[in-house]
């Protein structure tokens, strides 16, 4: 090294320090210029001005997989150049091939055909009469020369962007003011597999994917009715993902249809990635943390909650659907209650209706008792708590919220972890934090037990987003049963039971059928028994109520 | 909405000034001593002499019951001398470190002496205590209630307090008397076709020289209203064993 | 606020909490106290005297439609008949809030909380039905009627678990004090059925008010079996003389309630459902406050009125000084107040409207022919 180097370093900054700042403002060569220009094109006669326009606005010299391939057209010795544009890993390269370069690119009978059609023939003072059929070489080529089973006209350059970009291929020809839409598309995706979630022993193991035509043709392979409706809309502007909304034209309210796709047409956002998100953007009520539509996976519940009225709404690259309306009731419902026996049912629903109730509230219901009502609690049980807790050091409160604090961020790491630590993770998380920690005398082991109670309740809710909103909850009532007691938590079922009364979820109340207290039947949280469930829900207003004849098992009779 | 909150903000402002008032004079489930039985005396300087006996919850497992070691240190007994028996509670919780909660109070004992003087004034006071049990039995006690408590110790079962519990389910099974609560004694006090009655217990401590059993007492000494009058049963003392244990076989009527 | 549609279950309901309410405080006292033992013969006869009167209130108010009794006083009396009606009703409602809040105030500081203030709890209690009048007065009635079915299970099951304490003895001797006694001083006690003044009100605020007789008829058949329930096991729990002097005798018999050797003293439980009876009575009586007085005064927007309501329940709650006090203006005041406005003012003055109505209907129908 030299010196004269060495003193230079140390007079200057070393060139290797790269430095990038991301700038706060637009810089003047970012603008949106170019693509403004380009919206709100028609497609020109001349091909090599649609060329130079394909090229810019699909940045084709940047893209390395958007091609376009230039190729001569014979119709009855006649030549036109044309070319088509697609992009490459989503189109069926075989299709492509045969069906459509094949009969334009090759000499065959058809293309060199001279004759014209003959629509109708008279004879009259015996002279025939001919009436010949125009030549139009668009007709012709779109009824003659494309043996392909979707191809659309298409005039517009902005439906045409949309269509390449989900994988159709476009075929422009010389002096027609029109590009030919081909529906050819292939790509990779999932295959239908077992729901990964909602596990039900005796029903069906399909679960729905990310492809959207994939789940709109599971549906309607296992609902085989005309009257199945499945509608299309796009959400988003610079992600056109495509929403479908099912539902049964003779059943599901037309109201209820309208308003749905209402508010799922008016969402102003630039792009909607996840359903979990757009659950929320089409909620009625935004300041409460309960969710109003059911989320699933599974096959077999959306289709049971479509021909019961309701509207599923399937969207693009996400294996979930959502089901509106829903009812609070809906949450506590498992897609397993129909498959069984209808008194293991109802019991099972009770026992959920109990978890939902302990997780809520058991840690509060803990902590009101042991500060405010001790005598509540039997003579022995007392005697074994005060003998637990006596060398615990802190209070009841701060031994709480320390050990659910703990298990929320056990439940939150267990979430990440790789699969060969899954099962340390949880031996881990359970024996060595528990066991250790009373041994510690950190916390008293009816503690533990109040918190693993409550946390394996909370996963015996069926639904994932409704389990979220009682964990937080529970807080609430842990803070109110300290503050306050019995009195405490008293006040917060209250309100809480007002402001679920007050919600709505698409115009049907949320605590329907319990909310305005009717007695029609059909409605409750219990099932009846398969033969006696006759009517749908009449809070679902449904066009067609009547679901099972009076004697629905004529069998028996004789 | 912005009212709504406002509202809430207001809720939880009242909600923590009545903790933060209530702090610290709520004596949660570890700050409190908790009385399993309490027994009155004649006494010459106050107006009575009061005994409570306050259990202590054993820390760790209690596997077994056989040494009789662990049920030493089960409970313990303070005496004062007061003059009612909130200024004798006062009196203690003056110099307890824990705050006595009376709410397991599952006996209430009377000596014979004391109750031959009136013990209306007591149930009524017991009565509209909200911590005290209704269905608190009561004993009148032949011997001093103090000794009829320190010698209360349970062959069988755990916790003095589990055995004042279950004693009353042997006397369903034997019949010689009957699980009588404050609560009826206080009811037959006020009704016009009843009398007030309670339990009649002693300590046995026959040895096998003991000449006094097995003989039909016939006292009665009539007084009134809530004085005591004595009218007794078949009484056999049991002889064999040398152990001292509760031995309730009798009524005693007022 | 919107306008309130009410079922025929839900009014039902509300018709029903207002007695509940008033038994599981201090109702049974005053009542056992002016009969004796004669209670339960009382209780049936008055109620049988409520179901007598409430068909005749549903003859008064047959020809004028949807319409309540305010709309009654201002077609006979003008708008300042309508005026000081309303304003003796607000009084009353205001009345028997503050009272009984202060009742449950004080019951709930002496027994479960020694230590706080008692304008803390009054406070709570208050904000409480304010904040669930803001979410809107038809979930009010909707939570009343999901709540009203634990609330009146759990008294069906103190009154159950309390069989094997009673004693059909107290029940003699049968008429008490005397057949006068029970019978015509005994119709007093009538101010039981003091919820009769909501079915007075409620008419246009139904939505089907075909159903009005039916609601009526219903409400106070179970407010009959249940005070019938409640008094009988009373009476036959305590002996009469030394319930006179208690407070919350419904409390009291929890207390003694015991299931096994296991559970005992579950007082608490008890207490939790009696907080949701009346946190959910004391939003109904701001909710139809402020719904009489947007009735009466013409009220555009109700929250502020409702502030302003609340914080003179407030006031007058904190206006007794101790429970003596309190204890005679529950007894006394609130009986004969109740009695004077609900059954003595409102039957005058819908007799007068009946007759009017008639004589005016008369009238025209003379002048048309």
Request: charged fraction near 20%; include cysteine; hydrophobic fraction near 45%.
């Amino acid at each position: 090294m030299n010196i004269k180097d060495f003193f230079y370093k140390l007079n200057n900054e070393s060139k290797d320090s790269h430095e990038f700042i991301l700038p706060n403002k637009e810089s003047s060569s970012d603008k949106l210029q170019p693509e403004k220009m380009l919206k709100n094109r028609f497609v020109y006669n001349n091909l090599d001005v649609n060329l130079e326009y394909v090229n810019s606005r699909f940045n084709s010299f940047l893209n390395s997989d958007v091609k376009i391939r230039e190729f001569l057209i014979h119709v009855k010795s006649r030549q036109y150049k044309a070319f088509i544009l697609y992009i490459d890993g989503m189109i069926d390269k075989n299709s492509i091939n045969d069906f459509v370069l094949n009969p334009l690119m090759l000499r065959t009978r058809s293309n060199t055909y001279e004759g014209s059609q003959i629509i109708s023939e008279a004879i009259a003072n015996n002279i025939m009469v001919r009436k010949r059929k125009k030549f139009n070489i668009v007709d012709y080529i779109l009824d003659s020369l494309l043996p392909h089973n979707d191809v659309e006209r298409v005039k517009s350059f902005d439906k045409i962007a949309d269509d390449v970009a989900s994988g159709n291929c476009i075929l422009f020809i010389d002096t027609v003011n029109f590009a030919f839409d081909i529906d050819a598309k292939k790509f990779d995706k999932r295959s239908i597999a077992e729901p990964k979630n909602e596990h039900v022993i005796m029903g069906s193991q399909e679960a729905f994917v990310e492809n959207l035509r994939t789940n709109t043709s599971i549906i309607r392979r296992n609902l085989h009715n005309e009257n199945l409706v499945v509608e299309s809309l796009t959400i988003g502007e610079d992600n056109k993902n495509e929403c479908a909304i099912c539902y049964l034209k003779n059943v599901a309210n037309s109201d209820l249809v309208s308003e749905v796709k209402y508010r799922l047409n008016n969402l102003e956002i630039d792009y909607l990635t996840s359903i979990g998100e757009l659950q929320q953007l089409i909620k009625d009520d935004i300041d409460t943390t309960i969710p109003e539509s059911i989320s699933t996976e599974r096959v077999d519940k959306a289709i049971n909650h479509i021909l019961q009225g309701r509207i599923v709404v399937i969207y693009n690259s996400v294996p979930y659907v959502i089901v509106v309306p829903a009812t609070f009731l809906d949450f506590l419902s498992s897609p397993e209650d129909i498959n069984i026996h209808h008194f293991f049912a109802n019991l099972l629903k009770i026992i959920r209706g109990f978890s939902f109730l302990i997780t809520l509230l058991l840690p509060g219901l803990y902590i009101a008792i042991t500060t405010y009502h001790c005598e509540l609690i039997p003579t022995g049980l007392l005697f074994s708590i005060i003998a637990s807790r006596s060398n615990v050091p802190f209070m009841v409160i701060v031994e709480i919220i320390l050990m659910e604090i703990s298990f929320e961020i056990i439940r939150e790491a267990g979430v990440r972890v790789p699969s060969p630590l899954g099962s340390t993770v949880g031996i881990v998380g359970a024996l060595i934090l528990g066991q250790a920690a009373v041994q510690a005398d950190i916390v008293s082991p009816i503690l533990i037990i109040n918190i693993a109670i409550t946390a394996i309740t909370s996963f015996a809710i069926p639904d994932y987003i409704f389990s979220f909103h009682l964990r937080i909850n529970r807080f609430l009532f842990v803070l109110l049963g300290f503050l306050a007691g019995f009195f405490g938590i008293g006040i917060g079922i209250f309100v809480y039971l007002v402001k679920m009364c007050s919600l709505k979820s698409f115009g049907v109340s949320f605590l329907a059928p319990y909310a305005p207290l009717t007695r029609d039947k059909g409605n409750g949280y219990l099932l009846d028994s398969p033969w006696k469930r006759e009517k749908r829900a009449s809070y679902l207003a449904t066009k067609k109520s009547q679901v099972q004849k009076e004697t629905s098992m004529k069998w028996r009779k004789k | 909405m912005r009212s709504h909150k406002i509202l809430i903000i207001c809720l939880v402002i009242v909600i923590l000034s009545f903790s933060f008032s209530n702090y610290r004079a709520v004596s949660t489930i570890d700050e409190s001593a908790y009385v399993i039985a309490i027994g009155f005396d004649t006494s010459q300087h106050g107006k009575i002499k009061l005994s409570l006996q306050i259990a202590i919850p054993s820390a760790g497992s209690s596997s077994s019951s056989s040494s009789n070691d662990s049920q030493s240190a089960s409970s313990v007994i303070n005496t004062v001398e007061c003059n009612t028996l909130f200024s004798g509670i006062n009196l203690v919780n003056s110099y307890l470190s824990k705050k006595l909660n009376l709410s397991y109070c599952k006996v209430a004992v009377f000596s014979e002496d004391f109750a031959s003087n009136g013990i209306g004034e007591y149930i009524s006071t017991m009565i509209n205590d909200v911590e005290i049990r209704p269905t608190c039995h009561i004993i009148i006690s032949r011997c001093k209630a103090k000794y009829y408590l320190e010698n209360s110790k349970p062959m069988l079962a755990d916790i003095s307090s589990k055995y004042y519990e279950i004693e009353d389910s042997s006397e369903k099974n034997t019949g010689f008397t009957k699980a009588l609560t404050i609560l009826d004694f206080y009811n037959s006090y006020y009704d016009s076709f009843a009398q007030p009655y309670a339990i009649l217990g002693s300590i046995n401590e026959a040895n096998a020289d003991d000449t006094e059993g097995s003989q039909f007492f016939n006292e009665s000494s009539i007084h009134s209203n809530d004085k005591l009058d004595n009218i007794s049963f078949v009484d056999s003392k049991s002889s064999g064993s040398s152990e001292k244990s509760i031995e309730n076989l009798r009524f005693s009527c007022f | 606020m919107n306008n309130l549609k009410l079922n025929y279950l839900e009014s039902a309901f509300l018709v029903v909490i207002v007695t509940i309410t008033h038994l599981i405080l201090n109702m049974p006292n005053t009542l056992i106290e002016t009969t004796g033992s004669a209670s339960i013969i009382n209780t049936i006869y008055v109620t049988v005297l409520a179901l007598l009167l409430f068909s005749i209130i549903k003859k008064l108010l047959d020809p004028f439609e949807n319409n309540n009794i305010i709309y009654v006083a201002e077609f006979l009396g003008g708008k300042i008949l309508k005026i000081i009606i309303t304003v003796l009703y607000l009084a009353h409602f205001i009345f028997i809030s503050a009272i009984l809040l202060r009742n449950f105030a004080e019951f709930l500081k002496i027994i479960y909380f020694p230590q706080a203030s008692l304008w803390t709890i009054l406070s709570a209690f208050l904000l409480v039905s304010l904040i669930v009048n803001r979410l809107g007065g038809k979930n009010i009635v909707k939570a009343n009627a999901i709540l009203m079915i634990p609330i009146l299970l759990t008294i069906v099951i103190t009154a159950i678990s309390l069989i094997g304490k009673l004693e059909f003895n107290r029940v003699f001797p049968i008429l008490g004090y005397g057949f006068k006694e029970t019978f015509f001083n005994g119709a007093t006690n009538i101010y039981a059925f003091s919820g009769i003044l909501y079915l007075l009100l409620i008419k246009p605020y139904l939505k089907n008010s075909k159903n009005f007789s039916k609601i009526g008829y219903l409400s106070i058949i179970i407010s009959g079996i249940y005070l019938v329930l409640i008094v009988s096991a009373l009476l036959m729990m305590f002996p009469y003389i030394q319930l006179g002097n208690d407070t919350l005798s419904v409390y009291l018999s929890t207390r003694i309630i015991e299931y096994g050797k296991f559970m005992q003293r579950t007082d608490a439980i008890y207490m939790f459902v009696w907080i949701f009876d009346f946190l959910s009575y004391l939003s109904i009586i701001v909710l139809f406050i402020t719904q009489i007085s947007k009735q009466s005064f013409n009220l555009k927007k109700t929250p502020l009125y409702s502030y302003i309501v609340a914080f003179i329940i407030f006031i007058v709650a904190m206006l007794p000084n101790n429970t003596t006090e309190l204890e005679f203006f529950e007894t006394t005041i609130y009986k004969y107040s109740s009695i004077g406005i609900v059954f003595v003012v409102s039957f005058i003055v819908l007799v007068l409207g009946y007759l009017k109505k008639k004589k005016e209907g008369n009238k025209i129908r003379y002048e048309v022919t």
